[in-house]
Antibody, heavy 114, light 112 residues
Framework: EVQLVESGGGLVQPGGSLRLSCAASGFTFSRNWMSWVRQVPGKGLEWVANIKEDGSDKYYVDSVKGRFTISRDNAKNSLYLQINSLRAEDTAVYYC???????WGQGTLVTVSS | DVVMAQSPLSLPVTLGQPASISCRSSQSLVHSDGNTYLNWFQQRPGQAPRRLIYKVSNRDSGVPDRFSGSGSGTDFTLKISRVEADDVGVYYCMQGTQWPYTFGQGTNLDIK
């Protein structure tokens, strides 16, 4: 059974940082691109970042470039999202996703507030 | 960026009746590899999105055959032949042809 389990969300002050993690199991993680998608509570979905199988290529949506860094550790079957210089508009549920869209985690909530 | 425009945004449907959601993209979604990466997702309250349809018209495993996808180029449709209570939720189209991948605004389906 495929599982994607996110962790690391929480309440953080504007300007702060967080590192989100995603533990993958049930499929060959190292052979798959992976992604982060976010959703402001009660709102729509935004595709945030993609990373190639070996981590050599990364793509970001313009709104997070320079502040977010996607990375992975294939030995640990884990995906990460380092979020810096957090803003109120980054408040969202962050999902770990296989880019085909067929595998989603349950999400982890990041709340940016003073 | 490719803009995905869904209509309607709200869709009240009587149980057993059909439903249809339109999705239009601002650019052709035909990829250079010949595929059209247009997906449909269902999101039930409190849950993560679930993919229903991939590459325009391919139904995911476990998705009832009441759900069907069609279209080409920039114009796509999700149809539910007979709505059931379990279908309540928000439906999103999403393009994976061009980065950044983008979603439609969502269509909120509920029961009349």
């Amino acid at each position: 059974e495929v599982q994607l389990v996110e962790s690391g969300g929480g309440l953080v002050q504007p300007g702060g940082s967080l590192r989100l993690s995603c533990a993958a199991s049930g499929f060959t993680f190292s052979r798959n691109w992976m992604s982060w998608v976010r959703q402001v509570p009660g709102k729509g979905l935004e595709w945030v970042a993609n990373i190639k199988e070996d981590g050599s290529d990364k793509y970001y949506v313009d709104s997070v470039k320079g502040r977010f860094t996607i990375s992975r550790d294939n030995a640990k079957n884990s995906l990460y999202l380092q979020i810096n210089s957090l803003r109120a508009e980054d408040t969202a549920v962050y999902y770990c996703v296989r880019p085909r869209g067929d595998y989603w985690g349950q999400g982890t909530l990041v709340t940016v507030s003073s | 960026d490719v803009v995905m425009a869904q209509s309607p945004l709200s869709l009240p449907v009587t149980l057993g009746q059909p439903a249809s959601i339109s999705c239009r993209s601002s650019q052709s979604l035909v990829h250079s590899d010949g595929n059209t990466y247009l997906n449909w997702f269902q999101q039930r309250p409190g849950q993560a999105p679930r993919r229903l349809i991939y590459k325009v018209s391919n139904r995911d495993s476990g998705v009832p055959d009441r759900f069907s996808g069609s279209g080409s180029g920039t114009d796509f449709t999700l149809k539910i032949s007979r709505v059931e209570a379990d279908d309540v939720g928000v439906y999103y189209c999403m393009q994976g042809t061009q980065w950044p991948y983008t979603f439609g605004q969502g269509t909120n389906l509920d029961i009349k």
